[in-house]
């Protein structure tokens, strides 16, 4: 077993050791999944970027292998800056990073855009050309440029990356033929206020549906309260590199899903997989963070297959090889009815689990429910279904010794005869899915080990659960 600590997640990715953030550069190549990560391997604080990497065959079990990028050139090399996000590509069996170099000069950032290849994808060197893109166009923040993501359309490469103008957030496109002379080819979209100061880890990418193809654009805004990872749906015209949207939602509504990138896997599927934490809540100017005394601090989300539905909106699915990891399940098969008062849901394992069940809505009359979630006599995270007004709120103020606020969505009931909920639980997080997958709050809790019961609650009413199910789940790196 790797790393130490108490809290450490046992089914998320996470690095060996030290600070983790984005998600860089997700790939299948040469028959591997590759993860890089935002790193810093000298401390569990944020600071000297470095990029992690690992590989995998399922997504799940990992092989940790040598760090992929460090701080080295006058261009990234700055304990306040490095190798900040990116993206890979393969082309002719070469394997690219395209990523952020980050330094200080005075007393501001400078970013740019970097490109890093190699042959084994294990090993990479630094492009003689770099920095590919040297600055953004002018008139943009020259600090507040960063987070390339690439791919490859007919003739062209293209990235999308984050720029800053008048104090607002853009995502930039810029086109190439070879991966190291980039041409910026025109702003894909931008914000009027509403969508923040600031994109971080913008990704672009088409999805189909029934109705044909559509063009998705994800970021994670600075300065949007209730916004942590965005997308928008619309039309692409490659032709002007124009992107029209007309559908705007929230990935995820929790307080801990930032920054997800996305690749194609091996059999074709949309994948998306995020920085499980969020600035706001993790201080890492600061050193009260719970997991810092332990060494560690971060992890990613589930990895998500992202899938258009008819209506233009999206769902997050969490991958089926999760299955492989179920161990001992318990089951409540016959409908079973819950009068004001708690009922335990059978878990063999309180504290890292799966959860299904299904909630025959036309024959409840109990106006909301809870889910109490990693509880003790005294704490407990609280997801409360509120079926009258349509709402769900994740509440963590009475979780842990430190993490605090409740998230709040909409549940679409409209029309609907059952309500499912499906929900992973690790050792510090949790990850609840309901709306057909369309409604998720991800979140950190720091509980501990002896918040090992979870109830659902009914304080007036009745509430009929149709099927619960839970999985312990194990694994083994
Ligand atoms: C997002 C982010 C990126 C940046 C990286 C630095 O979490 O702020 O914009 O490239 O982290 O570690």
Redesign the pocket.
Same mark, same amino acid.
């Given at each position: 077993e790797v790393g130490k600590g108490a809290m450490r997640q046992k089914y998320h990715f996470m690095a060996e050791e030290g600070w983790l953030?984005?998600p860089n550069g997700l790939i299948y190549f040469k028959g591997k999944y590759h993860f890089f990560y $935002?790193y810093n391997p000298y401390d569990s604080y !944020?600071g000297s /970027?470095h990029w992690g990497h690992a590989i995998s065959d399922d997504m799940l079990h990992w092989e940790y292998l040598p760090l992929a990028l460090a701080p080295s050139e006058t261009y990234d090399n700055h304990p306040k800056g *490095?190798c900040? @996000? *990116?993206s890979a590509i393969e082309h002719e069996g070469r394997l690219y990073l395209l990523y952020?170099a @980050?330094t200080i000069y005075g007393d501001g950032f400078v $970013?740019n855009q970097c490109m890093a290849y190699s042959d084994d994808g294990i090993h990479f060197v630094k492009s003689e050309k770099n920095p590919v893109i040297a600055a953004p166009p002018s008139g943009y923040d020259v600090g507040e440029f960063?987070?390339p993501k690439v791919w490859k359309h007919e003739d062209y490469f293209y990235l999308v990356c @984050?720029g800053k103008k008048d104090e607002l957030g853009q995502a930039l496109l810029y086109r190439s033929k070879n991966l190291e002379d980039w041409d910026f080819f025109n702003v894909l979209a931008e914000s009027r206020g509403e969508f923040g100061y /600031?994109w971080?880890?913008p990704d672009f990418f088409p999805l189909k549906n029934a109705n044909g193809e559509k063009y998705v654009l994800t970021f @994670?805004p600075m300065g949007v309260k209730e916004r942590t990872s965005i997308y928008l749906v619309g039309d692409m015209n490659y032709e002007t590199g124009k992107f029209n949207y007309t559908t705007v939602g929230n990935i995820d509504w929790g307080f801990d899903y930032?920054?997800p990138q996305s690749f194609v896997d091996q059999s074709g599927r949309r994948i998306l997989i995020a !920085?499980a934490n969020g600035?706001d809540w993790m201080p890492w100017w600061k050193d009260w963070g719970p997991t810092f005394k332990e060494g560690w601090c971060g992890s990613f989300n589930l990895p998500r297959e992202a899938i258009l539905d008819t209506d233009n909106t999206l769902k997050f699915v969490p991958i089926e090889e999760l299955r492989s990891i179920r161990k001992s399940v318990e089951a409540i098969h016959e409908k079973s009815i819950i009068e004001k008062g708690e009922r335990l849901i059978p878990t063999a394992n309180g504290n890292c689990f799966e959860l299904k069940m299904t909630i025959d809505l036309a024959n409840s009359t109990a106006d909301s429910f809870e889910l109490r979630l990693r509880s003790n006599d005294h704490l407990a995270t609280i997801a409360t279904f509120d079926l009258r007004k349509q709402m769900l709120r994740v509440s963590r103020d009475n979780s842990d010794d430190w993490s605090q606020g409740t998230t709040k969505s909409n549940l679409l009931l409209k029309d609907k005869a059952t309500l499912k909920i499906h929900l992973f639980v690790d050792q510090s997080s949790i990850e609840i899915f309901t709306d057909d997958y369309k409604t998720n709050h991800s979140l950190n809790v720091f509980a501990k080990e002896d918040q090992n019961k979870n109830y659902v609650s009914v304080a007036e009413g009745t509430l009929v659960i149709d099927q619960l199910e839970t999985w312990e789940l194990t694994k083994t790196m």
């Open positions: 953030n984005d $935002q !944020w /970027m *490095g900040f @996000s *990116g952020t @980050s $970013q960063r987070d @984050s /600031m971080e880890c @994670s930032y920054a !920085w600035w």
